[in-house]
Structures are given as structure tokens and as C-alpha cells.
């Protein structure tokens, strides 16, 4: 029987070569999407804290896709605060903890020109990195944390990891004890700063005076989940993207609406069609596979902040004695810039980290 440290799988996904080089095309796609001018004016709604315009974008963003029986990637979702980098890591290295040489490389790089895009000047360095997150130190990827940390510390950058209710708000500008905070890495999943507790941070955001990433303007223009909506009206795709780019993107997306959009009884007899979402979630909290929904349920989804997506059925890794594990896989990126490969392989209805040898796993190029 194998055994394995908890959200790491000891098996190995397959992913062909010219699916990879696909997903890698979508990263890039919707980057430039999000860079082109018109595009925020061009979106139906965008949350206020999303219209703030930067300088610059958002580390580690995470890209999850599921495979078709085709070998054809879809994009299934797209978030700012992805975490367990360090759990992918750790799958191809067991017995490693820190990030490997290359990756600490890019890590701290990307880090650093966000500091510099917000700075506006080339040579600018953080003196203290806050991580942030609720209760930090009860997350199950408060190790992660720690790991960027030990990361920033190694570039005699002082970084502290803390709630946000431990930062003080003095003119404008954001403290924690005594020495003023530079730069956020936001682990928090109030991803528009609406909660009380992130007030403070909400307005040095408006006030422009801290480096925040990842922040409410990239997740509004590329991680909420309207977007993956908004994206189904081809004329906003095609005048933000040359003809290729476009073409490659639609190709990508998954179906996506809003539940407002349908027949509440049309809906209900396509349900296995479909997998259900709420707007304002993450970490597959509140996900529905339309087979396993029951009327009750259904009928208590609220349409205008109930996502709809089309059932994608995840690829499958097989692990010992032909056990069946459902695989989905996930680009980090910086900006244009692919970062790491990983899989997530899981059994019942959506991604988790809690199916026996399941957790994320390695990545076989075909």
C-alpha cells in the first residue's frame, strides 16, 4: 500500500505535448486580454475595487484546466491567490522543501518587478513583505507560507506573515508594529477587500500607496467568475485580440453562463449537462455536478449569482491496482510567463485534497 504526505500524490499524470503548449497559448491570451485598454470598458459589470487602475499585475496566478477526451484543454477556472505551489513543488522533489533553485529564481524575481512596477523605478526594493491572510497560521498552507517567507528573508527582505487585523492605517500608509508595510502578498480570499478586517488594506489599495498582489484589479478583470460568463460574447474577445488569439481563446473556453439565462425548468432536465457554481466562491466550495443535484437544491440557487458551466468530465490518471483518480491540471504564471506544471488528481465530484493518494501530483510530457 503506498503511502503519501497529505495533498501530494505518489502517481504521475500524462499530459501531451501539444495540449501544454495550448494551455500555455491560453495563459498568454488572456494576459493580453487583460492588458488591452478597452477591455475593463468593455465588461458588463466590474466590481469598483477592480477599476482602480496599476502599473502593474499580480504573482502566481493559477490557470486549471480539464482535458477532453480529444486532448483538447479547457479552462475551467482562473484565480489570483493560487496556492499550492509548494505541495506541486514537493511532488516532484519529496524529499525537498524549499522551492528548487530555478523556481526561488522566478519566484522572487516576479515579486520584485511588481515592487518596481509599482514604484515606478527600476532599482526599488521592498523593505518589509506582509503576507496576509485570515488566521494565517490555521491554513493548511501556512507551511507555503513560510516557505516564501524563508524566500524573501534569503534577499535580506524583512517579511512578516500576519492577520490583517495586526496592520495599523496612518496616513495613507499601511504599518505593521513600527516599520511601514511596502509591499502585500495577499493570501486572503476577500479578493475585493469588502469584509470589515480588510478596510484598512481597502483603502491604501484606493490610496494607491502599498504594492497588493495579488489585487482586486486583476482578479476583476481575469479571475472573477462573471468573467468566464462575459468571455461567451465573441465581439469582446475579437476586439481585444488579433484574429489568432482569439480564435485559440474561444476555442479554450468552456461554456459558461449565468443561471438567470436559462429556464429554471428547461435547466432541470439538462442538469447532467451541466456543473453548478456560486460567483462568490472559492476552493470548489458550494460546486454542484448537475447528476448528483437534487430539486431542492436546485431550486435554492439564487440565478444572478449562481455560475452555470458545461460538464467538462476531468481525464483520468490510474494509480495502483487501476484505482481511477479524475485529473485536473493548472499553470502558475506570472504575467506571460509560465512558472509550474502540476495536476490535481481527486476522486467524487470536484477537486480536493482530502481522496487517499490523491493531492497534486507530477506532470509526464507526452
Not at 79 to 86: E, K, S
Not at 318 to 335: C, M, N, P
Amino acid at each position: 500500500m503506498m503511502t503519501q504526505q497529505h495533498g501530494i500524490s505518489p502517481y504521475c499524470a500524462t499530459l501531451p505535448l501539444a495540449t501544454l503548449k495550448q494551455m500555455i497559448h491560453v495563459v498568454r491570451d488572456l494576459h493580453l486580454l487583460s492588458q488591452h485598454k478597452a477591455y475593463p470598458h468593455l465588461l458588463p459589470t466590474l466590481n469598483p475595487a477592480a477599476s482602480l487602475e496599476i502599473a502593474y499585475d499580480s504573482v502566481l496566478m493559477g490557470y486549471d484546466f480539464h482535458i477532453t477526451e480529444d486532448k483538447q484543454a479547457k479552462l475551467i477556472e482562473v484565480n489570483t491567490n493560487a496556492g499550492g505551489l509548494w505541495l506541486a513543488n514537493q511532488s516532484h522533489s519529496p524529499n525537498s522543501t524549499p522551492f528548487s533553485n530555478g523556481l526561488t529564481r522566478k519566484l522572487l524575481d516576479s515579486f520584485l518587478q511588481e515592487y518596481r512596477l509599482f514604484a515606478q523605478q527600476s532599482q526599488a526594493r521592498p523593505k518589509l513583505i506582509a503576507i496576509i491572510d485570515q488566521s494565517p497560521e490555521t491554513q493548511f498552507l501556512y507551511p507555503e507560507m513560510q516557505l516564501f517567507m524563508q524566500l524573501f528573508q534569503q534577499a535580506n527582505i524583512r517579511c512578516v506573515i500576519i492577520d490583517p487585523s495586526q496592520i495599523t492605517h496612518k496616513n495613507s500608509v499601511l504599518y505593521y508594529q513600527d516599520q511601514a508595510i511596502d509591499l502585500i502578498y495577499n493570501r486572503h480570499c476577500d479578493f475585493y477587500f469588502d469584509s470589515p478586517e480588510m478596510q484598512r488594506i481597502a483603502q491604501a489599495w484606493q490610496d494607491k500607496t502599498v504594492c497588493i498582489t495579488p489585487n482586486p484589479r486583476t482578479y476583476g478583470l481575469l479571475a472573477d467568475k462573471q468573467r468566464m460568463a462575459d468571455w461567451q460574447q465573441n465581439q469582446l474577445i475579437t476586439q481585444c485580440l488579433p484574429e489568432k488569439s482569439a480564435q485559440r481563446l474561444q476555442q479554450a473556453l468552456t461554456k459558461t453562463h449565468l443561471l438567470r439565462d436559462f429556464t429554471p425548468e428547461t435547466l432541470w432536465k439538462q442538469r447532467k449537462q451541466w456543473v453548478f457554481k456560486p460567483l462568490n466562491s472559492y476552493a470548489s466550495r458550494g460546486v454542484y455536478v448537475g447528476e448528483k443535484l437534487t430539486k431542492n437544491k436546485f431550486s435554492s440557487f439564487i440565478p444572478q449569482e449562481t455560475l452555470v458551466q458545461e460538464r467538462i468530465k476531468p481525464s483520468i490518471t490510474l494509480g495502483a491496482e487501476g484505482q481511477k483518480f479524475k485529473t485536473d491540471f493548472r499553470i502558475f504564471s506570472y504575467q506571460n510567463t509560465l512558472l509550474a506544471l502540476t495536476a490535481r488528481l481527486y476522486q467524487g465530484q470536484v477537486t480536493n485534497l482530502r481522496t487517499p493518494n490523491g493531492g497534486f501530483s507530477q506532470v509526464k510530457i507526452q
